[in-house]
């Protein structure tokens, strides 16, 4: 039987990652905390980001990315502890 997921966003705590120049944001499936990350030519090309601060483009565009990473998520695109997506994700 296959195990039912879903991933949900209950507090937001984003943060920028430098070496990666992304920002990770967690999520929740069931008991299991999910950590997520965008990169920062996810948001250039899809949320217009480019030279703009990464948080505040986050913060501005949450709901879109927590949806694109809840479908990406929802359709197998995970690994042990870490989801992560990029422009050619979208």
């Not at 997520?36 to 949320?47: G, L, P, S, Y």
């Not at 479908?71 to 422009?87: H, I, M, P, V």
Request: glycine share 8%; net charge negative; with cysteine.
């Amino acid at each position: 039987m296959d195990e039912e997921h879903d991933l949900t966003f209950p507090e937001p705590e984003e943060q920028e990652v430098f070496e990666g120049d992304s920002v990770k944001f967690w999520g929740q499936d069931g008991q299991t905390r999910i950590r997520c990350e965008i990169n920062r030519e996810a948001w250039d090309d899809r949320f217009d980001g480019d030279g703009k601060d990464k948080l505040e483009t986050f913060s501005a565009n949450r709901r879109a990315i927590e949806e694109i990473a809840r479908r990406q998520y929802l359709a197998g695109w995970r690994e042990t502890d870490l989801f992560s997506f990029g422009s050619e994700d979208l």
